[in-house]
């Protein structure tokens, strides 16, 4: 019977308890499921390895050779069996703890041992090694690479170990060898791209004769894994595309006022790429979805605004959402402020100012009424707020555009909320300071176009960087004073991981009572989660109003803040950070002209990945070369941006971050499949629609809007 269809049950070496956990901790229904378990490792049984060649304690090995001596330590329970055991060349200790008196050795036998090394007084020695004497040995074991597969505890429980998934996937073998499989890429791809049919990659990813095989078979499975991502995401494009949307195509009075009179620096060469691409968009009649990427700093506020005039322009109106009540207040104050020359301009050539309003949590009900009665008139142009914005009261006569600030802090159906707010979805604008790798950006934001600002403002100095342990305070609190007095502002951010737990507050109030006493003389500001809005505003605008010098806060300043004239920013228990995070802390400080510090402090004993964290902060500026690195090392699970988000698929053998460059052409390959076909009509791709119906990796709501 075909594989894909077999009931896991009723496959040798399984039956109706052992289906039942297998369909719980793996989601194994079928045969065809289960050959889809890919081992996570394989031993290499054909090698053996002399004692001298073992270098790690993390690699199962095979040896041949022989006992030459041995002897119990110990009585009873207690009771240890140690033995020399010798390849001819040099010797290593092999030793039992458990079940002594089972242990039969003889001198005189050729023994072939299997077993993981392990480091006990910098030497090596095996624990509960696996002997058996060369005579046993059944010859095929000593071939190829085994393999071994992720279980879970009540796997074990039920005896289903690497070993008997093991057995299970062998006795399916024969099966797939003889009937084959339809396979899930057509001829012509597999052909194109030089892969593996699909029967001959499952054979070999579980049972290869030698590592380039298994290479193969694996380049072949990831691919598919890729690809069909890939077609998802396209295909979701594509229909995104037909989306009809409001066409703006005039470039009118507010945009020509503020560009040619207000503009108070030259836009970047970036900026003016992003905001043409912008243009571009919402002039083709059809909806825009484009995330803005720019690393901190790099000016994504003046395009956001520039933006939302050409909206106003046409007769829309425009609105900005900021993730914190901090940022989208700032926000507003700085359009507020860009905007000013327009209002006062007597000018009659020049167009009155956009007419534009707040709205978070903490606009009471009175200022509200308003401002909603304002938005249905229409009398409103850009509205900025928090997600207090998305409210069913909160209603527009014409929304045309929404921006998205640091994007990544919202979630799916809260940005899916702004579709609604007019009768056709308003053009989407998301922007992130959080770079993003590219194979990342392709997967997670692979439906949306992208736009870059690759610039910085001139004139920036970049952020020196520069790691200590907690042991030098007294040199950087002198360091704090010399800044301070050169008219300087200064940062120390805690980490708030969770905003709840009372020890991380508990750190923040004793850091600030610490330098309350050591700088008697400064005025020093305290920022945090649990503070009332209100008072938390009051607190930021004395140190944004040069009135206090220090602004001890946890990371509620981690986004979006902007104050030039603070030039360090020194962040406590660097360790608990992320890269990310860490870089767009860094971002609060290089606004100004002065040349600016950022200090990482830990304490002097750390892990290796720590060490490597902190490096990589003292050794480059570069978000992106920070994003790439920090996918090398956490993975795509756990990057910052995708944390709340999560990636809407699971990967089950691709890598995002060790397979950009196969991730790259199978999205090429889904292109053109979808572009001579985007709806998987032809009868000769009937099986890539199939299959994405199977996979069903459109979970959920992913793709509503990104
Ligand atoms: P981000 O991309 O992090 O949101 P902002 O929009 O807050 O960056 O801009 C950071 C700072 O750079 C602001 O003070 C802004 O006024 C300034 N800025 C933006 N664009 C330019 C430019 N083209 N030239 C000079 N300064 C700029
Ligand atoms: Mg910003």
């Given at each position: 019977?075909?594989l894909?269809?077999?009931?896991?049950?009723?496959?040798?070496?399984?039956?109706?308890?052992?289906?039942?956990?297998?369909?719980?901790e793996?989601?194994?229904?079928?045969?065809?499921?289960?050959?889809?378990?890919?081992?996570?490792?394989?031993?290499?049984?054909?090698?053996?390895?002399?004692?001298?060649?073992?270098?790690?304690?993390?690699?199962?090995?095979?040896?041949?050779?022989?006992?030459?001596?041995?002897h119990?330590?110990?009585?009873?329970?207690?009771?240890?069996?140690?033995?020399?055991?010798?390849?001819?060349?040099?010797?290593?200790?092999?030793?039992?703890?458990?079940?002594?008196?089972?242990?039969?050795?003889?001198?005189?036998?050729?023994?072939?041992?299997?077993?993981?090394?392990?480091?006990?007084?910098?030497?090596?020695?095996?624990v509960?090694?696996?002997?058996?004497?060369?005579?046993?040995?059944?010859?095929?074991?000593?071939?190829?690479?085994?393999?071994?597969?992720?279980?879970?505890?009540?796997?074990?429980?039920?005896?289903?170990?690497?070993?008997?998934?093991?057995?299970?996937?062998?006795?399916?073998?024969?099966?797939?060898?003889?009937?084959?499989?339809?396979?899930?890429?057509?001829?012509?791809?597999?052909?194109?791209?030089?892969?593996?049919?699909?029967?001959?990659?499952?054979?070999?990813?579980?049972?290869?004769?030698?590592?380039?095989?298994?290479?193969?078979?694996?380049?072949?499975?990831?691919?598919?894994?890729?690809?069909?991502?890939?077609?998802q995401?396209?295909?979701?494009?594509?229909?995104?595309?037909?989306?009809?949307?409001?066409s703006?195509?005039?470039?009118?009075?507010?945009?020509?006022?503020?560009?040619?009179?207000?503009?108070?620096?030259?836009?970047?060469?970036?900026?003016?790429?992003?905001?043409?691409?912008?243009?571009?968009?919402?002039?083709?009649?059809?909806q825009?979805?484009?995330?803005?990427?720019?690393?901190?700093?790099?000016?994504?506020?003046?395009v956001?605004?520039?933006?939302?005039?050409?909206?106003?322009?046409?007769?829309?109106?425009?609105?900005?959402m900021?993730?914190?009540?901090?940022?989208?207040?700032?926000?507003?104050e700085?359009?507020?402020?860009?905007?000013?020359?327009?209002?006062?301009?007597?000018?009659?050539?020049?167009?009155?100012?956009?007419?534009?309003?707040?709205?978070t949590?903490?606009?009471?009900?009175?200022q509200?009424?308003?401002?909603?009665?304002?938005?249905?008139?229409?009398?409103?142009?850009?509205?900025?707020?928090?997600?207090?914005?998305?409210?069913?009261?909160?209603?527009?006569?014409?929304?045309?555009?929404?921006?998205?600030?640091?994007?990544?802090?919202?979630?799916?159906?809260?940005?899916?909320?702004?579709?609604?707010?007019?009768?056709q979805?308003?053009?989407?604008?998301?922007?992130?300071?959080?770079?993003?790798?590219?194979?990342?950006?392709?997967?997670?934001?692979?439906?949306?176009?992208?736009?870059?600002?690759?610039?910085?403002?001139?004139?920036?100095?970049?952020?020196?960087?520069?790691?200590?342990?907690?042991?030098?305070?007294?040199?950087?609190?002198?360091?704090?004073?010399?800044?301070?007095?050169?008219?300087?502002?200064?940062?120390?951010?805690?980490?708030?991981?969770?905003?709840n737990?009372?020890?991380?507050?508990?750190?923040?109030?004793?850091?600030?009572?610490?330098?309350?006493?050591?700088?008697?003389?400064?005025?020093?500001?305290?920022?945090?989660?649990?503070?009332?809005?209100?008072?938390k505003?009051?607190?930021?605008?004395?140190?944004?109003?040069?009135?206090?010098?220090?602004?001890?806060?946890?990371?509620?300043i981690?986004?979006?803040?902007?104050?030039?004239?603070?030039?360090?920013?020194?962040?406590?228990?660097?360790?608990?950070?992320?890269?990310?995070?860490?870089?767009?802390?860094?971002?609060?400080?290089?606004?100004?002209?002065?040349?600016?510090?950022?200090?990482?402090?830990?304490?002097?004993?750390?892990s290796?990945?720590?060490?490597?964290r902190?490096?990589?902060?003292v050794?480059?500026?570069?978000?992106?070369?920070?994003?790439?690195?920090?996918?090398?090392?956490?993975?795509?699970g756990?990057?910052?941006?995708?944390?709340?988000?999560g990636?809407?698929f699971?990967l089950?053998?691709?890598?995002?971050?060790?397979?950009?460059?196969?991730?790259?052409?199978?999205?090429?390959?889904?292109?053109e499949?979808?572009?001579?076909?985007?709806?998987?009509?032809?009868?000769?791709?009937?099986i890539y629609?199939?299959?994405?119906?199977?996979?069903?990796?459109?979970?959920?709501?992913?793709?509503?809007i990104?």
């Amino acid at each position: 019977m075909d594989l894909s269809i077999r009931n896991i049950e009723y496959c040798k070496g399984v039956g109706a308890k052992r289906a039942d956990i297998l369909r719980k901790e793996l989601g194994v229904k079928s045969a065809l499921d289960m050959l889809y378990q890919f081992p996570y490792k394989y031993i290499d049984r054909s090698r053996f390895y002399f004692i001298h060649e073992i270098e790690d304690d993390d690699t199962y090995v095979q040896l041949i050779g022989h006992i030459t001596e041995w002897h119990t330590i110990g009585i009873g329970n207690a009771q240890r069996l140690s033995a020399t055991f010798t390849d001819g060349r040099h010797t290593i200790e092999l030793v039992w703890f458990k079940g002594v008196k089972y242990v039969k050795l003889e001198r005189n036998v050729q023994y072939l041992l299997f077993g993981k090394p392990s480091r006990f007084n910098h030497q090596y020695n095996f624990v509960h090694p696996e002997l058996t004497p060369m005579s046993k040995v059944q010859p095929e074991l000593m071939q190829g690479l085994e393999p071994h597969y992720n279980t879970t505890e009540p796997m074990k429980r039920a005896g289903l170990n690497s070993k008997a998934l093991r057995t299970i996937i062998a006795h399916l073998i024969p099966e797939l060898q003889q009937q084959g499989m339809v396979d899930t890429l057509g001829m012509d791809l597999v052909q194109r791209y030089h892969l593996m049919r699909l029967s001959e990659a499952l054979c070999n990813i579980h049972f290869p004769k030698d590592t380039p095989t298994m290479q193969k078979a694996r380049e072949r499975l990831k691919f598919e894994e890729l690809f069909y991502i890939q077609l998802q995401i396209l295909r979701q494009m594509k229909r995104r595309e037909q989306n009809v949307g409001f066409s703006m195509p005039i470039v009118g009075k507010s945009f020509h006022s503020f560009y040619q009179n207000c503009l108070p620096f030259p836009l970047t060469n970036a900026q003016k790429r992003v905001v043409r691409e912008i243009q571009t968009d919402i002039k083709s009649g059809k909806q825009m979805n484009r995330l803005l990427q720019g690393d901190v700093g790099s000016g994504k506020t003046i395009v956001a605004l520039l933006t939302a005039l050409l909206a106003v322009d046409n007769g829309y109106q425009a609105c900005i959402m900021a993730p914190t009540e901090i940022l989208a207040n700032q926000h507003y104050e700085t359009i507020q402020q860009l905007l000013s020359p327009l209002t006062s301009s007597p000018h009659h050539l020049i167009a009155s100012s956009p007419k534009i309003a707040l709205l978070t949590g903490s606009t009471t009900a009175k200022q509200r009424q308003p401002i909603h009665e304002q938005l249905r008139s229409g009398e409103i142009n850009i509205l900025i707020g928090t997600h207090a914005l998305l409210e069913d009261t909160v209603q527009f006569a014409n929304l045309g555009l929404c921006i998205i600030d640091e994007q990544h802090r919202f979630g799916v159906a809260q940005r899916a909320k702004l579709w609604n707010k007019n009768t056709q979805p308003p053009h989407i604008l998301v922007m992130t300071a959080t770079p993003i790798p590219r194979t990342l950006a392709m997967t997670v934001y692979g439906d949306l176009q992208v736009s870059i600002i690759d610039e910085l403002p001139p004139g920036r100095k970049p952020v020196h960087t520069l790691h200590y342990s907690i042991q030098r305070r007294a040199s950087i609190n002198q360091f704090i004073a010399q800044q301070i007095d050169m008219g300087r502002q200064v940062y120390v951010v805690y980490p708030l991981i969770n905003e709840n737990e009372k020890l991380d507050l508990h750190d923040l109030t004793n850091g600030y009572n610490q330098l309350c006493e050591t700088f008697p003389e400064y005025r020093i500001s305290m920022v945090h989660g649990q503070m009332k809005a209100k008072d938390k505003d009051e607190q930021m605008q004395r140190f944004v109003a040069g009135e206090t010098q220090i602004l001890v806060a946890t990371t509620v300043i981690e986004v979006g803040v902007n104050v030039p004239n603070a030039s360090v920013m020194i962040i406590e228990n660097a360790e608990r950070f992320g890269l990310s995070q860490l870089h767009q802390l860094r971002g609060r400080v290089g606004r100004g002209a002065e040349q600016s510090y950022c200090i990482l402090l830990t304490r002097v004993e750390m892990s290796k990945e720590t060490r490597q964290r902190m490096d990589i902060m003292v050794a480059t500026n570069d978000g992106f070369r920070i994003a790439e690195a920090d996918l090398q090392l956490r993975g795509p699970g756990d990057l910052e941006g995708t944390q709340q988000s999560g990636l809407p698929f699971e990967l089950h053998i691709a890598s995002l971050s060790t397979d950009g460059q196969l991730l790259e052409v199978a999205r090429q390959a889904a292109m053109e499949v979808l572009d001579a076909d985007p709806l998987l009509e032809q009868s000769h791709n009937r099986i890539y629609k199939q299959r994405l119906d199977y996979l069903r990796i459109a979970a959920g709501n992913w793709g509503e809007i990104s």
